[in-house]
């Protein structure tokens, strides 16, 4: 039995360490006066085309819908030319 876990174990560990994903944030508040923040993020070992974001409607200590995703703009691609098509 303790070959069987050993054999288990030995075929999990690799799959799980090479299916991590590496993300990447950079957050700069170079219009900070206006409450604007530049919000930089990179996705990368990414197993699907489709990439799906969501965002809280809610803050801590609050029941009240906010809606923070009508405040998102000036969406850019990733330098290479590739558009991204996102909903609100």
């Known amino acids: 039995m303790k070959i069987f876990y050993l054999i288990f174990l030995l075929l999990i560990i690799?799959?799980?360490i090479t299916a991590q994903t590496y993300n990447?944030?950079?957050?700069?508040f170079n219009n900070a006066?206006?409450?604007e923040a530049i919000i930089e993020a990179e996705f990368s070992n990414l197993e699907s085309n489709i990439l799906e974001l969501r965002m809280s409607r809610t803050s801590p200590g609050r029941y009240?819908?906010?809606?923070?995703?009508k405040?998102?703009?000036n969406v850019k691609t990733d330098g290479k030319g590739n558009y991204l098509y996102f909903i609100r």
Not at 24 to 28: D, E, G, L, N, P
Not at 64 to 69: G, N
């Open 33 to 35: 006066v206006h409450h």
């Open 64 to 69: 009240a819908l906010h809606e923070f995703a």
């Open 14 to 16: 690799p799959t799980t």
């Open 71 to 73: 405040n998102v703009y």
């Open 24 to 28: 990447q944030y950079k957050i700069s």
